[in-house]
Structure formats: C-alpha cells, structure tokens
C-alpha cells in the first residue's frame, strides 16, 4: 500500500498570504497525485488532477507541481473562503489511498 | 450538470447488513468507472471500492473484502455498495463518486452501533 504523507498537519495563515502544503509518496506514483479540498459538513471538491492540471471553475491561486514521489499543492494570495481541509489521493496504485489530511486556519 | 445522490445509510447493529445506492445524472453513468470513498466522523478519508464501466472488475480495500461488494446496473444509472457483517468501525459517511474521483455526491451516514 502506498502511504501518503502530507505536511503540515495544520497551518494558520493570514489572508493574501502564500501556502504551500506537500504531499510525499511512499513510491513512486508518477503523476497520479489529485487535490481536494473539503469544507465543514460538504463532501470533498476536486482541485486539482493528475499533479497539475487545473479544473474548470477551481480559482486560478491553486496550483500543483511535482511527480514520482513529491508533490505540492499552491494557494497564492489566500482568500478567507480557503478555510478548508485539504487532501492528496493516489490513483497510481491499488488500493488507491488518501493522505491524512492538512487543515487550514485563516486568522 | 453531474449529479450524484446517495441512500441507504441508517442505524446497523454489529453484524448486520446494509445497502447503500447512488443515483447518478447528467452525464454517460456507462462510460465511468465508478468508486465508493468513505469518511470516518472527524476522520480523513478512505477509499473503499471501484468497479469498472461493465462491471467486470471490481476492487476493494483490505478491511472490506469478503464483507463488501460493489455492483452497478448501467440501465438504471445506479450504483451500489452491499455491506454485510458490518463493524463498529464501518461507521462513517460513505461517498459515491465517478472515477477519478471528479464528482461526488452528498453522502449517506452509516452507523453502526447497538
């Protein structure tokens, strides 16, 4: 199984500020790393796929970078509506799998 | 526009069975493989199951194999979860959503609990 691990595990910021959480692979994944984002009581909404291809309708401030084992996921110019969980999944490899998640805090 | 709509969860006593059903609109429910993810309260998540477009494969994670199964019947656009000797740690939302993982719908909570 492959274990993802995202870091940090919380994270409070500041409105327009820049974030940026990881997401490490245990092997290599290639490119088949996706981003959610999941707000209280709403089921998770795409971000991104497959590393870095954007999503229609996702603001333009999430981006993501990285293959094989390491992967980002960029917010720039943070908005209060951004207070979220966040989390990668790996479709790389059965049983596909889910990092533990990084919260974010908007001061 | 893609919708998915869960049903079934409920109240389960430990060993008992449940199952949940997705309806699925707005796009060709026939052409997708289809997955079940689930969400333990104040948890992450995990995914559960998969199954092809015909439904010839199937997938699942360890902790429900042999207990769960998948199924699907593209004439109906439905998609379904049998959940059989049920633990308390089955408790959780359970999500359907169209593979990759694109779309999911609301949710349905199961509990398990006596």
């Known amino acids: 199984e492959i274990v993802l691990t995202q870091s940090p595990d919380f994270q409070s910021v500041t409105p327009k500020e820049k974030v940026t959480i990881t997401c490490r692979a245990s092997?290599?994944?290639?490119?088949?790393l996706h981003w959610y984002q999941q707000k209280p009581d709403q089921s998770p909404k795409l971000l991104i796929k497959?590393?870095?291809q954007s999503i229609s309708g996702v603001p333009s401030r999430f981006s993501g970078s990285g293959s094989g084992t390491d992967f980002t996921l960029t917010i720039n110019s943070l908005e209060a509506e951004d207070a979220a969980a966040y989390y990668c999944?790996?479709?790389?490899?059965?049983?596909?799998?889910f990092g533990q998640g990084t919260k974010l805090e908007i001061k | 526009e893609v919708q998915l709509v869960e049903s079934g969860g409920g109240l389960v006593q430990p060993g008992g069975s449940l199952r949940l059903s997705c309806a699925a609109s707005?796009?060709?429910?026939?052409?997708?493989?289809m997955s079940w993810v689930r969400q333990a309260p104040g948890k992450g998540l995990e995914w559960v199951a998969n199954?092809?477009?015909?439904?010839?494969?199937?997938y699942y994670v360890d902790s429900v194999k042999g207990r769960f199964t998948i199924s699907r019947d593209n004439a109906k656009n439905s998609l379904y979860l049998q959940m059989n000797s049920l633990r308390a740690e089955d408790t959780a939302v359970y999500y359907c959503?169209?593979?990759?993982?694109?779309?999911w719908g609301q949710g349905t909570l199961v509990t398990v609990s006596s």
């Open positions: 959503a169209r593979a990759p993982r694109d779309y």
């Open positions: 707005g796009f060709t429910f026939s052409s997708y493989w």
């Open positions: 199954i092809k477009q015909d439904g010839s494969e199937k």
């Open positions: 092997q290599s994944i290639g490119s088949s």
């Open positions: 497959y590393a870095s």
């Open positions: 999944h790996q479709s790389g490899s059965l049983p596909y799998t």
